[in-house]
Each structure stands twice: as C-alpha cells, then as structure tokens.
C-alpha cells in the first residue's frame, strides 16, 4: 500500500504555531521580530515552518535561505545569496539594485550573475548594511518573513550577516526565522557563540519543538494510515520513533510486518525497497549535497537519460526525494546522510570527484569552495590543493575571512603531498601561512593567528618586506590578546625595510611603531615616529597614512604636555581622512577620546556619536564601533547622561566585540554600578572581568590608569583606604607614565585615600612623604586644561597645603570649579562640603548642603552619593527633610571596645597609642577607628570626637 509521505495534519504542534503567529502580529504591526526554532533532527522543525509561512503566504513576503552541508568548510554566503536569488526572482533585477540603495555595489558580491549590472567598490563594511537597506525597502510595501534553515551548518559569514540584521533592523515588518538542530550544536560549534549573543542580547525568541506524546503519535499514525492505528503497532512506533515525527513517518512506512529495529535501518527501509539502478542514482545523487540541480546530475550520473528519469520518478514516488522545476532534493537530510553514508570508497572517490570536474567545467563555473569540497571528499590532493587556494583567495574577497582561513589551513594541511607545493600556490609555505594567520586575526580569533604567524615566522623561508609583514602582524596579534613584545617586533620590521625599499610599507610601520608607543606612554618615542611616518606618508602622497601618522602625533604631543599642537595635529588627521573611512573612523576614535578628556564632553558626544553611526552603516561596530562607543559613554556619564549611557553600554556590551575593545566597555559597566550604589553588584562583576582589565593593563597605559581608578574607588566606597591606596599610589610610583587626562582624576582620588589613612593615624604608609609626592605629580601636569580645578580637590581631600582649619573653605573653593569636571563630582562635594559644615558646628547648614547634595545624586541616579549623604545624615543626627536625626534619638550603637577607642580619640591619641594603652596591635586599634568613623558618619578622628560629645552613644 502506498502511504502519504507525513500526516496531512500538522500534529502537536498548535503552541508552537500560535507563538510564531502572535510574533508575526507583532510584525505586522511594525516592531521587527525573530525567532529561533530550534530542535534534534526529524523533529519537524521544516514542516512547521512551511505550515507558518503558507498561512502567511498571502499577506506577507517569504525569503528563504538554505545552509550547505559541505564538511568543515560552508560556502560563504549560501543561505544569504539563496534569499537575495530569491527576491530578485520574486521582484525583479532592476528593482532590486534600484532598493539596494548605497548598497547597491554590494550585490554583485552575493550575486556574482548580477555583476554586469553593478560597478565594482564593494566593501565589507558595506555588504551587511546593503543586505539590511533591501529587506527594509522591501518590508514597506509588505511584511518581510525570512526563513533560513540549518543554522548548524552556517559559515561564519552568514552568521556575521545575520548578527547585523538582528541588531540593525530596528523598526520595519521584518520577521526572521532561523532553524538549526539542537543534537548536532555540541561542546565548541561556533553556532554555540552566536546563540548564546542573540539570547543574552534578547534579540531573538527561542522556540524549542519537543517529541510527541503517545497520544500525538497515535493522531499521527491515523492521519498517514486514513485508519485508527491499532495499539501494538502504535506502542511499537512509539517506543522506536521516541515521539520523532520523521521516524514515525519512516516507521509506519515499512512495508515489512516486522519494524526496523536501528535508527540506519529507518533512513534506509525506503531507499532499500528500491531497484539497483534507482539505488545507484540516489547513490550519485546524495554525493551531490542534500539538493542538486538537475543539469549537474546529468553531467555526473554515468547512465543515459532514461535511465535518469527512470530512477528519479521511482525515488520521487517512494517518497526519497522530493522534486522541482530545475533540482532534486533529499526529503529528509537524515536520509541523504544515511545515504551518502552508505557509498562505497570507490564510489566515494568517483561521485565527488566527477561533480568537481562538472562545477569546474561549466560555462560559469561553481562556487569554488564547492569545488574544493569534492576535491577534498575524493581524496584527490593534487586538484584540491589548487582548488582549496582559489577558494581561499575567492571567500577573502568576499570578505568571508573565516572560511578563507579554513580553505588555506586545509591547503597546508595536504603541502608535502604536492609536487612543487610553492609553484602550484604562487607563494611560499610561510607566505601562506601569513596569509592564513591574517584571515584569522580579521575574523576575530587573534589567539589562532599569532601561533600561525609564529610558525610562519619559525620556517624562515622568507626575508625583507614579507618578513616585515610577518613581524607586523605579529605584534598586532600580541596587542589584542594582551601580550607584551609588539615594539621590539616593529623595530626589528623597520629595519628589514630601508629607506627607499618600499616606501608606503615603511610609513606603516612608523606609524603602527608610532602608535604602540603612544599606547604604552612613551609619548616622545611616538611623536618621533608618527614625524617620520608623517613625512614619508606626504612625500608618496599617501593621504590615509598621513591621516593616522597625524592623529598619532597629535594624541602623542597633548599627552606629552603640548595640547595646542596635538589638536592641531588631530584637525590636520581630520583633513587628511576626508574620502577614506578607515582614516576617518580612526580620527574620531582619538579625537572624540582626546575631546573627552579635555573636559570638552559635548563635542565628545557629538564626534563620537557621528563615528558610531558610521561604524554602524560600515559593518564595523563591534571593532571600531565598540570603542568609539566607549568613547561616548564617558563623556555621556560626565555630562549627566546616566541612563542615555547605560542604554548605550548595555547594547554594545551585547554585541560581544573582541576582548581588548570589551574591557574597555567592562570597565565602564563596574564603574557604572558602583556609583548606582549598588557595591555588592560591583565588587561581583570586579572580581569576575578583573583578569581581562589586568591583562591588558600590563601593555595599555590607559587601562592600566582606568584599573587603578575603578579599584580605588570600590575599595574607598568600602571605606578600605588601604586598599585605596594601594591601587592609586600608582600615580607616584617611580615607573609611572602618566596620562593627563586621566591622571589628574586619579590624583583626586588618591587624596582622598591618603587624607584617610591621616585620619585614621596609619603608620604602615609615610602620609606626609606620599603627600609630597602627589602634588609633585599635579604640579607635572597642570598644563592639562581642566587639571587646576582636580588640583582645588585635592587641597580640599587634604586640607589645603598647611592643613588648617575645618575645612569648609577649601570644600566652597572645589565646588565652584565643579561644573567643569565629572557629573558626579559636584553631588559629591556638596556631600563632603556638609560633612565639613557638621564638623564646624554648622548644623544647619550642614543640612541645607546634603539636600542638596542628594537632590544632585538623585538627578543622575548616583545612589552611592545618596546612601553615603543619608547615612551620615543619620549618624550625625542631622535631621534631613525635617525628620530627625538618630543622634537626636540616641540610637547610634558602638561595642564596649569601640567606646573605650573613641574615648582615646577624643584625648587626641594615635593608632599605637591606642594599642598601646588597650593592649591590641596597631592594625586591630586601626580597624576599630575605621568602624567608630563609618558608624558615625564622621571623616575624621576629631569629628568623631565632636560627634561623640555632641551626642548619646548607645553600648
């Protein structure tokens, strides 16, 4: 009896359907949505689609997409052109390069037959937002559905591509539909990456299919039977199939009384019932992928062209495969494994082998990675090493750079089994290695690249300039994996390109060279460079190198104490990029940084919120993008922005850029929380990322600045003044490279580290020593525009530089400077201001100044500010708002010890005498201190005896 290939009903899957059709009524109401249907194989994630998408066919336009199995190595690309073919089938060419709008020359790229039709200037900057220009243009007519299958077999580009689309359609009806098997994603698949982004960033909602019940198998059966199944063979089924709606199918197939018993016996039960020659033809068939176009079928089947047809309407009617106008398909991948599994070695070698000629042969020949496939599968060295070359150098300039490094990792493989190796590939073993290492460290994986460079470097087969080339990538792979060694790297590449050798290679390595040593603090190391580069850049008239050389110089020469020539260095940048978006992205990721530091925020903004969108429309923003938005979350907190820059830090945090650009982005989401107020979250988050931060800080100046920074501050926000300290005592340390910009806010918090460990008598730190050398420090740079208002606060940290007084003068004097320095500053001193006025018996003043104070803090959502005010508040028994203080209510509790050292205090002793009178050490005696200060509320020894006196204090 024949059967129908599956049930005519779709079984057990109504809660899924119903999920997919609330997300499409989100669509068509114009928020863009997507979805992962994820589940193991011969679940029936196609079947549910092709149920969706035909209830939807009316209203909306479908794209689909299919991943290739081709092994190891996908085709760039695949399920990407699939749709666009599709589109332009459903829309016409001129329509569709007319929607590409400036992505137009981007099409030819993913359309290679539509490259009459397109000038060349594709980039890959351009390639994912021209894909995103043409799905948004075709969505304003209709709803947009795109359906991409096999998500498990997707190269890195597609899944490049993909991440853009989810987070750059932000508004349109665009639904997208990924599939992928759950079974085959294990431990280490790169799809695990992408997942895990897309749900960390909830872009996209995951729908999980499970098996079927009993009772849904039994529904199932009765749908394909056309009769009420009975029980021995529905429990049979079940117990086989597992609840698996394509095994149920396969099962209830079998014409035999007795059920196959494995799972290969399922796959092959329908094949195995099929004549020899139809046997054979699904055999060449399955070589071909899981569809294959009919004209390469008859290239490759060996038999006459009745025979074919022959044999293809038998599979076609025992439901193997499934056929359309111009391919033949598999109608289950699993039975096309089971298959292809099943060839012998011979046919192995034959059927691969007479397809690479077939792609090869043709008038437009095949996709080139294809071709390296069947090469690779046949076991034939000699053509798929040439082959693997050229698809190699054809997925680079498709910007595919993952795939490109598997196609020349696959060709080293196999180099001692090729006569004269280097002829075939037109270049040495290391050269092409270097070519490999470079395809890894642009696809993201540095780690990968700098042990291949190594190697490369290792053979020694090549010298002069492609050594040089060698060493520079080198030292660029040292720099994003956080190693040390880049300089010595660039000197040694510098000398093995002479004056006059290759000039345009030389002005690159100025320039890089120029660039480590403004990294690393050497700041008139780079200025000397980035001259040199400068100049050799403008005399071979090499505006984008003259660009960089120029921006290098001017970062370099404000850091080095000439800030009017710096930024007229970053201007003459500016000038020179104009025409050259790499030069110009690379300009507003230092201007826009220098701007910031500089105090100037809102130009900050502005710079680096213009090189965001434009690392955006360039596919880049999770490199360049993710620092120029670093770069404007700073200012953007400086200003007052808070929630504007947690929106921002949030989103780019989810894309997952690289790790050297993420610290940056980590360090601001600790800082971030600390000042929330939220200190545990803090502390939490520290210890996690702090490897990451210390790694890079051992070859980054500025990281090392930011690390000592946020440390300082969490441990001051513990009231640890020791730890304070240790961290940013580093500013007056004897190999300290200093960094302005960020130097003199440090130098504040440093002050107020060393001002408590006075107060609380340390003798493990020289105070006075430590105090002198501080404001050496400031004095070295007080060039720095905004530095004479940080240096207000630190006379008000430690009391001016004779230390008299109460303090309230210096505290009004840094406040007036205020508005020019951090947001969060001026909440701050308005606190320290009031704790001053309480301690100078100012109480009501004391007061006003806190309310104000928390008004401020609250303003930005800085809660740290807003529980350091209210605590003191009430420990000072100072009532705020009218309500009255805890000291008023004698409440404040402190242990019998702590009540015998505040008594000490108050007779003015020190830490030892203290220890010396209770008979504990000076660290116990010290850690009392530290605990009476917190609880009153007090930021000093003799506040806290004024306190003490002015109040009841409760044992």
Not at 542 to 565: K, Q, Y
Request: proline letters at 4%.
């Amino acid at each position: 009896m024949h059967l129908p290939p599956s049930s005519a009903a779709l079984i057990g899957r109504d809660a899924d359907l119903r999920e997919l059709d609330a997300l499409y009524a989100q669509v068509v109401a114009g928020e863009p949505r997507a979805v992962v249907v994820a589940g193991e194989a011969g679940i029936g994630k196609s079947r549910l689609l092709a149920e969706f998408t035909a209830r939807n066919a009316d209203s909306a336009r479908i794209l689909r997409g299919q991943c290739v199995d081709l092994g190891e190595v996908a085709t760039p690309y695949a399920p990407i052109t699939a749709v666009l073919r599709e589109l332009v089938d459903q829309a016409g060419t001129e329509r569709v390069l007319e929607a590409a709008g400036p992505g137009w020359d981007t099409i030819g790229v993913l359309l290679p037959e539509l490259g009459d039709h397109v000038a060349g200037g594709a980039n890959e900057n351009r390639l994912h937002e021209g894909v995103a220009l043409l799905l948004e243009h075709f969505a304003r007519e209709r709803p947009v559905i795109v359906v991409i299958e096999d998500l498990h077999w997707a190269d890195e580009a597609t899944l490049t591509v993909l991440r853009f689309l989810l987070r750059a359609v932000a508004s349109g009806p665009i639904m997208i539909v990924l599939t992928y098997r759950s079974d085959d994603v294990h431990r280490g698949h790169p799809l695990r990456v992408f997942l895990t982004e897309i749900e960390r960033g909830r872009r996209a909602k995951r729908l999980e299919l499970r098996r079927l019940t009993r009772a849904q198998v039994r529904k199932q059966a009765q749908s394909i039977l056309g009769r009420t199944p009975d029980f021995d063979l529905v429990e049979s089924v079940f117990e086989r199939s597992e609840g698996v709606p394509f095994f149920v199918e396969e099962l209830l197939a079998s014409e035999d009384s007795i059920l196959p018993e494995t799972l290969r016996d399922v796959l092959l039960a329908r094949y195995e019932r099929l004549d020899d020659a139809t046997q054979y033809f699904l055999r060449v068939v399955s070589a071909g992928g899981q569809r294959v176009e009919h004209d390469l079928v008859e290239d490759v089947f060996d038999g006459g062209p009745e025979q074919l047809d022959a044999a293809a309407r038998a599979a076609v009617v025992a439901n193997v495969l499934m056929v359309d106008d111009s391919a033949y398909t598999f109608r289950h991948a699993l039975v096309r494994e089971a298959v292809h599994g099943d060839l012998l070695p011979g046919e192995r070698t034959r059927f691969h082998g007479r397809y690479a000629e077939a792609l090869a042969g043709r008038e437009k020949p095949g996709d080139i990675t294809e071709i390296a496939y069947h090469w690779h599968a046949a076991n034939n060295h000699a053509k798929a090493f040439p082959a693997k070359i050229a698809a190699m150098r054809s997925a680079s300039q498709a910007y595919a750079y993952a795939t490109a490094a598997q196609m020349g990792e696959r060709a080293l493989e196999i180099w001692d089994a090729i006569d004269d190796a280097e002829s075939v590939a037109g270049m040495p073993r290391s050269k092409l290695m270097g070519k490999v290492a470079a395809y890894l460290h642009t696809a993201g994986e540095p780690e990968r690249a700098l042990g291949t460079i190594t190697l490369a470097i290792a053979l020694g087969d090549v010298d002069g300039p492609d050594l040089a080339r060698h060493l520079m990538l080198k030292a660029q792979c040292l720099q994003n994996t956080a190693k040390l060694g880049a300089i010595p790297l660039l000197r040694e590449a510098l000398e093995l390109v002479p004056p006059g050798a290759n000039e345009s290679l030389r002005a690159t390595i100025l320039y890089r060279l120029a660039a480590r040593y403004m990294i690393e603090g050497a700041q008139p190391n780079a200025v000397d460079m980035a001259t040199q580069a400068l100049e050799l850049a403008q005399e071979i008239s090499d505006p984008e190198a003259a660009s960089v050389a120029s921006n290098i110089r001017g970062v370099a020469r404000a850091h080095g104490g000439d800030v009017e020539g710096g930024l007229a260095d970053l201007e003459q940048a500016k000038d020179l990029a104009e025409g050259n978006s790499d030069a110009l992205l690379r300009f507003r990721v230092n201007y826009s940084d220098m701007l910031n530091l500089l105090g100037r925020y809102d130009e900050s903004v502005a710079v680096a919120d213009e090189g965001l969108d434009r690392s955006r429309e360039l596919g880049v923003e999770r490199s360049s993008g993710a620092i120029l938005a670093s770069n404007m979350i700073d200012p953007l907190f400086a200003r007052g922005e808070w929630e504007r820059a947690n929106r921002l830090l949030d989103r780019v945090i989810a894309l997952s850029p690289p790790l050297t650009f993420r610290v940056y982005l980590l360090r601001a989401k600790v800082w971030s929380t600390l000042w929330r107020g939220d200190l545990e979250a803090a502390e939490r988050m520290f210890k996690h990322w702090s490897p990451h931060m210390v790694a890079l800080a051992e070859v980054e100046v500025q990281t090392r600045l930011q690390y000592v920074r946020l440390a300082g501050e969490l441990a001051l926000a513990q009231d640890d003044a020791a730890a304070a300290w240790g961290h940013l005592s580093h500013v007056i340390s004897a190999e300290f490279r200093s960094l302005p910009g960020h130097s003199v806010v440090i130098y504040a918090e440093a002050a107020r580290a060393l001002a408590r460990l006075r107060a609380d008598g340390s003798t493990e730190v020289d105070v006075d020593d430590a105090e002198k050398r501080l404001r050496e420090a400031i004095d070295a740079d007080s060039f720095w525009p905004n530095s004479h208002h940080w240096h207000a606060v630190v006379d008000a940290e430690l009391g001016g530089p004779t230390r008299t007084g109460d303090g309230v003068a210096e505290w009004q004097r840094a406040l007036e400077g205020a508005e020019a320095l951090l947001a969060q500053t001026r909440p701050y001193l308005l606190l320290r201001l009031g704790m001053a006025q309480h301690g100078a018996g100012q109480r009501s003043e004391a007061v006003e100044t806190l309310e104000q104070a928390i008004d401020a803090a609250n303003t930005l959502g800085a809660g740290l500010i807003t529980n350091q005010a209210r605590t003191f508040a009430q420990r000072a028994g100072l009532p705020l708002g009218g309500a009255p203080g805890r000291h008023e209510t004698g409440s404040v509790e402190l242990t019998a010890r702590e009540q015998q050292v505040l008594d000490l205090i108050a007779e003015g002793l020190t830490n030892r005498q203290i220890g010396e009178r209770l008979f504990i050490s000076v660290k116990t005696a010290s850690v009392h201190v530290s605990a009476i200060l917190r609880k009153l509320g007090a930021s000093s020894r003799t506040e806290a005896a004024m306190i003490a006196e002015r109040s009841t204090i409760r044992v």
